[in-house]
């Protein structure tokens, strides 16, 4: 459908009403976000606006460009996305922009995309978004390009679609980077416990842990690697699994420092010491790697710097500028602390 001051005229709220069987007021409490819609209404509006290509109208002056952005972060309850936060909101600010904050506001009901917050979006008039950590859903790429909305994702789950702009941190380098120090202090028995498989930083630290051992000449062993889903629990988990075999690992490359954490538990439920008996490395250098006893050696990816450049990157895509690369990738380094040393040879009971 034709937009702006075009003489075709989109699907009015009240043929959208109508085709979904309510009444105009309801049909509008719909588009508007309001939660005194019973849900089987709420569907069947939704369904209509879906069919019909209804557009929500944004409510401001296209002679008055707004000055708001959107971020959409997967929880406000880490510090991860504390980090994220603190490097949008710094560039936000530098930029004379304001910022509404979301979470958890693109995940899907039934299959179907969350069409609420989407609404809210136009409704309010913002000029663009930040994802963090986002699934978007095809329906939502092209809810996103039919409303000529412009967005970055900040960390993307799964590889984007083409033309898609995003940034990230150098997660194959990181994941080398921290089997190659292992390996430096004479560990050749190192595992890799990875996020989700389809995770797209998980496959990469995963393929950056292959490619350190291929060139140690270090034969690959599939026992020593195991995925799970970034929690602690499940790393506790696949922890206690690799000390189970019969040849253990004496180090262990974490891909999160969430994770991490699990791994430490596990190790002490076992008597075991870190590093004396086997070494961890992490992934993010979030401040629980600080805390952690003893403090945990692991791969920093600047999460604040990555959400700002994702910010600056939106304001020139804003202003109608388009990037030279869709995929930007901020380095990652080791940082040293006191989980790791030297291989002993510890012997496991």
């Not at 994220?84 to 004379?96: I, R, S, T």
């Not at 995309?113 to 136009?122: A, I, Q, S």
């Not at 490395?281 to 999460?303: C, H, I, M, N, S």
């Not at 030279?324 to 990738?329: I, K, P």
Request: charged content about 20%; proline content about 7%.
């Amino acid at each position: 459908m034709v937009r702006g001051g075009s003489a075709t005229a989109g699907p009015t709220l009240a043929v959208v009403a109508r085709a979904a069987g309510v009444s105009v007021p309801t049909a509008s409490k719909v588009v508007n976000g309001r939660e005194d819609v019973a849900p089987e209404t709420r569907r069947r509006v939704t369904e209509a606006l879906d069919r019909l290509g209804y557009v929500r109208r944004p409510r401001f002056e296209a002679s008055k460009p707004s000055r708001m952005v959107d971020l959409v972060v997967h929880s406000l309850e880490s510090s991860w996305s504390g980090a994220v936060l603190h490097g949008v909101e710094q560039a936000a600010h530098d930029a004379g922009l304001e910022l509404v904050v979301s979470a958890g506001l693109t995940r899907t009901r039934g299959g179907r995309p969350e069409r609420g917050w989407f609404d809210k979006l136009t409704a309010r008039g913002s000029a663009g978004v930040l994802f963090n950590l986002a699934e978007l859903s095809p329906a939502q790429y092209s809810w996103l390009a039919q409303h000529r909305i412009p967005f970055v994702l900040i960390d993307p789950v799964l590889e984007p679609p083409p033309g898609v702009v995003s940034v990230g941190a150098a997660n194959w380098q990181g994941g080398m980077t921290a089997t190659e120090h292992l390996l430096a202090l004479g560990h050749e028995r190192v595992a890799v416990i990875a996020g989700s498989r389809r995770k797209l930083c998980s496959s990469a630290r995963v393929a950056g842990y292959r490619s350190a051992l291929t060139a140690a000449g270090i034969p690959y062993r599939p026992e020593y690697v195991r995925y799970g889903n970034f929690v602690e629990t499940t790393a506790h988990l696949r922890m206690h699994q690799l000390l189970d075999l019969p040849e253990p690992p004496t180090a262990v490359f974490v891909c999160s420092d969430r994770m991490a954490l699990g791994v430490y538990e596990a190790l002490a439920e076992r008597g075991l010491r870190v590093p004396d008996d086997i070494s961890v490395v992490g992934f993010d250098d979030l401040p629980e790697a600080r805390w952690a006893t003893p403090a945990l050696t692991t791969v920093r990816q600047p999460l604040s710097e990555m959400a700002s450049t994702a910010l600056r990157l939106l304001v020139r895509m804003m202003e109608g500028e388009r990037p030279e690369s869709t995929r930007t990738e901020l380095s990652t380094r080791l940082v040293e602390r006191a989980s790791t040393h030297g291989c002993g040879g510890p012997e496991f009971g």
